[in-house]
């Protein structure tokens, strides 16, 4: 017969919290405890004092931390995936590296701590003081930061994916365009401008939902033309696509219901020179008035068109 195994080592065996409050007091105070590497899965630790505690590679998977104190606590590497720091006060703790994945840190105090590298995916970070706080290379991708303090943060180098937020996936399209409008200050304050860019054309897609939601349908409709038409002055490239389309639709017009003399490259000439108003030249002979008031018309469109491109194609290169 197999023989039964024993009972794991001390420092494998799960903590609850009557274990830690044992432990603090064992060893005259939290500060400089070492709970590194210990299992505290699921444990009530709410407003329990760990400041200075040493929580490295810990398993904190969705323990109730809320209101504790964890200030200056080492935390890197720790797992807490899940788990809910609401009201935690983390200032000055190091948790780089940390696995924060779908943590709540609803109103947390962040200020000056150490979340380098850590992933915050999904994280909820809602009114949070994370001002002074290190977020380079953080995995921030669908994170919640809506009215969040970001002064003097560092976010430069995070991981923002499709630079959509958790909020704006949500439906809180107010909270969203909130969020992405401070985003996008922050990055231009630091001179990421190309970033600031897609957290503004994030913003406006926050606004044009949030006027659908709304039924506010003038305002959703408009802001549905300026996306398609420029991205709301992000996408220079749709411009250029639109003009492209019109040029080759006027072209096709002509020449299947024979408003220009000649075949369809002839259409197409007379057409592009139509949509740059550069003047007709070469170009074959308008058939009647339609072809003449369409020609007209391009002209009209092409020069908003080109100057709509230069607009949003300078905004971009002078940044």
Same mark, same amino acid.
């Given at each position: 017969m197999d023989e039964p195994e024993?009972?794991?080592?001390?420092?494998?065996?799960?903590?609850t919290r009557e274990d830690v409050e044992r432990l603090i007091e064992e060893h005259g105070g939290p500060e400089g405890l070492d709970l590194s590497g210990r299992d505290?899965?699921?444990?009530d630790l709410t407003e329990l004092d760990l400041h200075g505690a040493h929580l490295s590679d810990a398993n904190l998977q969705g323990a109730d931390l809320r209101h504790g104190n964890l200030q200056q606590a080492n935390m890197v590497l720790a797992n807490l995936q899940g788990a809910d720091l609401s009201g935690a006060n983390l200032q000055g703790a190091d948790p780089s590296d940390a696995n924060l994945q779908g943590a709540y840190l609803y109103a947390a105090n962040l200020q000056e701590a150490n979340l380098r590298w850590a992933n915050l995916q999904g994280a909820a970070l809602?009114? %949070? =003081? &994370?001002?002074? $706080?290190? !977020?380079? #290379? *953080?995995?921030?991708?669908?994170?919640? @930061?809506?009215? %969040? =303090? &970001?002064?003097? $943060?560092? !976010?430069? #180098? *995070?991981?923002?994916?499709?630079?959509? @937020?958790?909020?704006?996936?949500?439906?809180?399209?107010g909270a969203?365009?909130?969020?992405y409008r401070a985003l996008k200050q922050w990055h231009t304050e630091a001179g990421m401008y190309d970033v600031a860019g897609e957290f503004h054309y994030r913003e406006m897609e926050a606004r044009r939902k949030a006027a659908w939601k709304a039924r506010r349908l003038p305002y959703a409709s408009a802001m549905y033309l300026l996306r398609f038409l420029y991205g709301y002055g992000e996408r220079p490239l749709l411009v250029v696509a639109?003009?492209?389309?019109?040029?080759?639709?006027?072209?096709?017009?002509?020449?299947?219901?024979?408003?220009?003399?000649?075949?369809?490259?002839?259409?197409?000439?007379?057409?592009?020179v139509s949509f740059t108003a550069l003047g007709y030249g070469w170009a074959a002979e308008p058939q009647g008035w339609a072809g003449r008031f369409l020609g007209v018309g391009e002209s009209?469109?092409?020069?908003?068109?080109?100057?709509l491109f230069l607009v949003t194609f300078t905004r971009k290169m002078t940044r």
């Amino acid at each position: 017969m197999d023989e039964p195994e024993g009972d794991p080592p001390e420092e494998k065996k799960p903590l609850t919290r009557e274990d830690v409050e044992r432990l603090i007091e064992e060893h005259g105070g939290p500060e400089g405890l070492d709970l590194s590497g210990r299992d505290l899965r699921e444990a009530d630790l709410t407003e329990l004092d760990l400041h200075g505690a040493h929580l490295s590679d810990a398993n904190l998977q969705g323990a109730d931390l809320r209101h504790g104190n964890l200030q200056q606590a080492n935390m890197v590497l720790a797992n807490l995936q899940g788990a809910d720091l609401s009201g935690a006060n983390l200032q000055g703790a190091d948790p780089s590296d940390a696995n924060l994945q779908g943590a709540y840190l609803y109103a947390a105090n962040l200020q000056e701590a150490n979340l380098r590298w850590a992933n915050l995916q999904g994280a909820a970070l809602l009114w %949070a =003081n &994370l001002q002074g $706080a290190a !977020l380079s #290379g *953080a995995d921030l991708r669908r994170a919640r @930061l809506a009215y %969040a =303090n &970001l002064r003097d $943060a560092n !976010l430069e #180098g *995070a991981n923002w994916g499709d630079y959509v @937020l958790g909020e704006e996936i949500d439906g809180l399209f107010g909270a969203a365009a909130s969020a992405y409008r401070a985003l996008k200050q922050w990055h231009t304050e630091a001179g990421m401008y190309d970033v600031a860019g897609e957290f503004h054309y994030r913003e406006m897609e926050a606004r044009r939902k949030a006027a659908w939601k709304a039924r506010r349908l003038p305002y959703a409709s408009a802001m549905y033309l300026l996306r398609f038409l420029y991205g709301y002055g992000e996408r220079p490239l749709l411009v250029v696509a639109w003009a492209a389309a019109v040029i080759l639709g006027f072209a096709l017009g002509h020449w299947l219901f024979g408003t220009v003399a000649g075949g369809l490259w002839d259409a197409l000439y007379y057409s592009a020179v139509s949509f740059t108003a550069l003047g007709y030249g070469w170009a074959a002979e308008p058939q009647g008035w339609a072809g003449r008031f369409l020609g007209v018309g391009e002209s009209l469109l092409g020069v908003f068109m080109m100057a709509l491109f230069l607009v949003t194609f300078t905004r971009k290169m002078t940044r």
